[in-house]
């Protein structure tokens, strides 16, 4: 979901000939692993979406606290972004990922051994803690060992891409096979990807280092978060769409069980991760299909995609049609990836190069804050309205807001591609 450097003030940097000498591994099999690892941790972060309808069956808890459990993982990508999503820039990658992939391990224990309601809330955002340090660090790191290895900059950030927002999209998918299958579906799926993770930490640790450890470490600091001086109306249109993208993308990891399950009367696991998984894979492709195409064409067929595509999930709810349903989805993250990918363009831009970071890192946290209050309202809502009635106002709502923020960001200087 992210392009190198997002999280934060990310410092490219190459391995110097000591490291290169130091290393276990040739640089190309390094990168594989990253790749590996970075699709892995992001599958983890997504495995519970098809599993919360069963939480809820089993424990009777109302839509509400499925939600909150939810914005859980969210709120803990927000504090771990906050707090140390710039520190692999000092500390070094392979540490910052590794101390990820060991905090999701923690996180799947939990999952496995602590599986009522606060165990469930901890559980998500202990992996959003993980999560929040690995994106950014990742995206670096394949950048950074792709460079060693000969690769281009534009192949090592489709990988990232791949890697995010694939990863993403396949953990529903992989959630919904194994609690199909699974004679215990609460327990199979952490296993996996607690033994997953685990054998992937070991393999990371032999994988080049890309930075430079300093003799003197700087004074720890929290990442700081500045909305830039210069541009800053072009910047809160990119806030909003960011808001808008994430507020979409939290809706159906959080909610889309329910949904399913009270408007088209699905409640198969297999299909309630198939949603989520055409949506995040659409968003990947398109994000990775339109790097060469105009930012205005990409802007224009973004919000075209996005508005198509929630009024056919709508439709989908009205007609209560599963196949309209799915295909709205895909629709909606083609346009709501390109979207994204130029929200992100737009904030670097309207920032100076010495604030670029500060800037990414504020749109970051607002594009989070749209996958904590959206999904809340609108579990709230469905103790009032009904399901078909919350999906046409979200997608109403949603419509809106890219409408505005695409076409606030249309009308602003852009580079030519993004």
């Known amino acids: 979901m992210t392009p190198e450097g ?41 495995i519970p979406t098809p599993l919360y309808a069963i939480y809820q069956q089993r424990d009777g808890f109302p839509t509400i606290v499925l939600t909150v459990i939810f914005v859980a993982y969210a709120v803990g990508v927000m504090v771990s972004l906050y707090l140390a999503g710039h ?10 990922i590794l101390g990820s992939l060991l905090i999701n391990v923690l996180s799947a224990i939990l999952f496995l051994v602590w599986t009522d309601v606060t165990g469930l809330i901890i559980a998500r955002f202990v992996c959003g803690l993980g999560v929040g340090i690995l994106t950014a660090t990742a995206t670096a790191h394949l950048s950074e060992l792709g460079a060693a290895a000969g690769r281009s900059t534009a192949r090592s950030s489709l990988v990232s891409t791949f890697a995010n927002l694939g990863g993403i999209s396949l953990g529903p998918l992989v959630g919904g096979v194994v609690a199909t299958w699974a004679a215990r579906p609460l327990a199979t799926p952490y296993a996996i990807f607690a033994v997953l993770l685990t054998v992937e930490a070991v393999v990371v640790a032999f994988v080049p280092e890309t930075v ?27 806030a909003a769409a960011a808001f808008g993208a994430f507020a979409v993308f939290g809706t159906f990891m959080g909610l889309s069980s329910t949904f399913l399950g009270r408007v088209l009367g699905v409640h198969s696991p297999l299909l309630v991760g198939v949603a989520p998984f055409i949506l995040f894979m659409a968003a990947a492709a398109a994000q990775m299909l339109t790097t060469k195409v105009p930012v205005r064409a990409q802007l224009i067929s973004a919000i075209a995609l996005a508005v198509l595509g929630l009024t056919t999930v709508a439709a989908g709810a009205v007609l209560t049609s599963l196949a309209l349903f799915l295909a709205g989805a895909g629709i909606t993250g083609a346009g709501i990836g390109i979207l994204f990918r130029n929200a992100l363009t737009t904030a670097a831009s309207a920032a100076v190069p010495e604030r ?21 309202l609108a579990a709230g809502a469905l103790s009032v309205w009904s399901p078909v009635t919350v999906l046409i106002g979200l997608g109403a709502l949603a419509g809106a807001l890219v409408v505005v923020s695409g076409g606030r960001m249309l009308r602003r200087p852009t580079p030519a591609t993004a």
Do not use: K
Not at 40 to 45: G, S
């Open 6 to 46: 997002e999280h934060g003030a990310v410092t490219t940097t190459t391995a110097s000939p000591a490291l290169a000498s130091a290393r276990r591994l040739p640089h190309h099999a390094g990168f594989w692993i990253i790749a590996v690892a970075f699709l892995t941790e992001m599958a983890f972060c997504a």
């Open 87 to 96: 520190v692999s820039d000092w500390l070094g990658r392979r540490r910052v």
């Open 212 to 238: 430079e450890r300093r003799e003197e470490r700087p004074a720890y600091r929290p990442q700081r978060v500045a909305i830039p001086a210069a541009g800053r109306a072009a910047f809160w249109s990119a």
């Open 356 to 376: 670029r970071g500060e800037a990414l890192a504020a749109i970051f946290l607002i594009a989070y804050a749209g996958m904590t209050l959206p999904p809340l």
